[in-house]
């Protein structure tokens, strides 16, 4: 597994070389969110609201009735949170082509409390009009933004920076699941950084003679992927959501919509931040101590199967890639 | 247009206004009072705007904004088309969506038959104005939100080289607001000089008189504080409204404080200070002195 750094800084300048109608805003965190090389590349397109996150989310509106594509972006907690209202009102109510990119999901940042995503995609996914879509490697983090700007109307990104595993090849899709691998004793549906954490164990349990449907979700809003439904109709346990964010309101609530909507009486293990915030730590710590790691699923899968698995931590391999990429290649079949 | 003219197009506004008010039971009265010359200068004098593409009657609600609605209505469609060197109206406080739609009527942009949906189920002619209503363009309910949006277009405005102006009607209580002030900063931060923005400093908010509320005063200090050009002007003297808007504010924003009073012509609200904000008619009593006032001052309801 190969890791890459400052995937969409070096992205977005390139994907935006011929879209002179992409805009850029920044609030005082250009760098933090890899745009540094975009406003060096294109100053003309790039503007800095500095700390007036109220009033960007305004503006963007503004900018967008005009025929523009603001790209906002900052950090997840002082758009959702803060600029809520705005966020509603002169985006979401008018559906306006604004693209939001919120950075710092979950516990993927040390920054504590003030600065973790954990209900974003909960918000969210309550306001009309809005698309929801979450990154989990590299290669999403560069395809999402030909989805995003695909879409008619205002688009919320749950982006990855820094750092990023290059899991798969082929490009996001709106509203498709990826299929990691096939199974039928129990479904596991992950999104952004857990599906890596996940595919640390998934193998391991398939040589334990667990059967495992895995899917890996980056459209949260719409939720209206077949596949989802098709796999769940088949797991023989139940089926395990696994996301960084708060159980309520993110992606466990749209598949236990979901199960409910259609009458499939099944357990779902949802793992995720158990109504709590989160503090200060490193990714490795933080999931650890909130449960929401490869143990964690592996505790969830004995509890759903009703049978141990004698699995620890050293048991863990790097997440295959060659596997992933055969499966989605005999998927696209 | 000669003074006179837009002073009887004022007055128009505050008959049919408190006309409304009388025939609903309550309404946003003082709005009026304090803000007829402010609309009445804006369309009749100060705004390069084309005539009404919108129809007279306005049309029913046909369901908000999103991407399966093909039938979507935008109420700007009344201020004349999008131009580049046309200039464009947007109504911050849209509690002031009365004396707006009464403005239109009076400018023969509306019909006075389409003020009769006013508040009235499945109609667009909303009491708080929404982007369908007739002569707004933004979603501007929640307060303070209409500065940053005008940022917005002006800026992309700039980018495509349009050279009209965009003028905004916000009311005082709006600078009790941070969002505002962000907005004031980053006009000036990026020397945006085609906003032109009309206060309606009537001293009032939903509580009572501001001062009893929160400070936002001195306003214009602040305002020249924060890098834009204010100039404070009876809001009710039409020739101060005219040159107050030609003041030269190169490079920067403006802002008029137009000073002007709740009660304004319409004198027997006096005796409800401070509770101006919204008048509620709660008896016969009330209603019959407004009445009576209606027809010694205006001559009655509008023919």
């Not at chain 1, 199967?305 to 391999?317: A, P």
């Not at chain 2, 046309?86 to 707006?100: K, T």
């Not at chain 2, 304004?264 to 016969?284: D, S, T, V, W, Y």
Request: aromatic share 8%; with cysteine.
């Amino acid at each position: 597994m190969r890791l890459e750094a400052r995937v969409h800084e070096k992205n977005l300048v390139k994907w935006a070389a011929d879209k002179p109608e992409v805009i850029v805003f920044s609030a005082d965190l250009t760098n933090s969110t890899e745009i540094g090389l975009f406003k060096e590349t294109y100053p003309d397109r790039f503007y800095s609201f500095g700390m007036t996150e109220q009033n960007m989310m305004s503006a963007a509106g503004g900018m967008a009735r005009e025929g523009f594509t603001p790209f906002v972006h900052t950090f997840a907690v002082f758009m959702y949170r803060r600029a809520l209202d705005q966020i509603e009102m002169s985006i979401a109510y008018p559906n306006l082509k604004v693209r939001i990119f919120g950075f710092l999901p979950g516990i993927t940042t040390p920054g504590g409390a003030s600065h973790q995503a954990i209900n974003d995609i909960g918000i969210l996914r309550t306001v009309p009009n809005m698309t929801i879509l979450e990154t989990g490697d590299a290669t999403e983090v560069e395809s999402v933004l030909d989805v995003a700007q695909s879409i008619d109307g205002p688009v919320y990104v749950r982006q990855l920076r820094g750092q990023i595993p290059r899991l798969f090849k082929e490009p996001m899709k709106l509203g498709k699941s990826r299929v990691l691998s096939k199974g039928d004793d129990l479904v596991l549906l992950t999104s952004g950084i857990m599906t890596e954490e996940a595919l640390k164990v998934i193998p391991v349990l398939k040589k334990r003679g667990v059967s495992i449907e895995h899917l890996h979700i980056s459209t949260h809003k719409p939720f209206t992927d077949d596949n989802i439904l098709n796999a769940i109709e088949k797991a023989r346990y139940g089926v395990i959501t696994m996301e960084n964010h708060t159980v309520i309101g993110g992606l466990g609530s749209s598949v236990s919509e979901l199960m409910s909507e259609k009458g499939l009486g099944k357990r779902l293990v949802r793992i995720g931040l158990k109504d709590t915030y989160a503090h200060g730590g490193s990714k490795e710590y933080l999931m650890k101590y909130y449960e929401i790691d490869a143990m964690s699923l592996v505790k969830s899968i004995e509890d759903l199967i009703g049978q141990k698995l004698n699995i620890t931590e050293q048991d863990f391999i790097e997440p295959q890639i060659d596997e992933i990429e055969q499966l989605v290649k005999s998927e696209d079949l | 247009m000669d003074i006179d003219s837009v002073k009887k197009i004022a007055n128009g506004i505050r008959r049919r206004v408190l006309e409304f008010t009388i025939r609903n039971g309550g309404g946003y009265l003082s709005q009026a009072c304090s803000s007829a010359e402010i609309f009445a200068t804006l369309y009749a004098e100060l705004m390069n705007i084309g005539p009404s593409m919108a129809p007279k009657i306005p049309p029913a609600f046909c369901g908000v904004p999103s991407k399966n609605n093909k039938s979507y209505f935008s109420g700007y469609l009344y201020n004349g088309p999008k131009e580049p060197h046309l200039d464009r109206f947007f109504l911050s406080p849209v509690h002031y969506a009365l004396v707006l739609y009464a403005a239109l009527v009076e400018t023969g942009r509306m019909d006075a038959e389409g003020l009769e949906m006013f508040n009235r189920d499945g109609s667009t002619v909303e009491m708080i104005g929404a982007d369908h209503s007739p002569g707004h363009e933004l979603m501007s309910g929640s307060l303070g939100q209409t500065l940053s949006q005008v940022l917005g277009i002006a800026m992309a405005r700039k980018r495509k080289g349009e050279t009209g102006k965009n003028w905004v009607v916000m009311s005082d209580g709006e600078f009790m607001i941070g969002q505002t002030w962000e907005a004031v900063e980053t006009l000036s931060f990026y020397n945006i000089d085609t906003v032109k923005v009309i206060i309606d400093a009537n001293g009032q908010s939903a509580d009572g008189k501001i001062g009893t509320v929160n400070q936002i005063e001195p306003l214009k200090q602040r305002l020249e504080s924060f890098g834009a050009v204010a100039v404070e002007i009876n809001g009710h003297d039409i020739q101060q409204l005219i040159n107050a808007a030609n003041t030269p504010h190169e490079g920067k924003p403006l802002f008029i404080i137009a000073r002007t009073n709740s009660c304004q012509e319409i004198e027997i609200l006096n005796k409800r200070a401070p509770k101006l904000h919204f008048i509620r008619i709660n008896n016969e009593q009330e209603k019959s002195e407004l009445q009576r006032f209606l027809q010694e001052k205006f001559g009655g309801v509008n023919p």
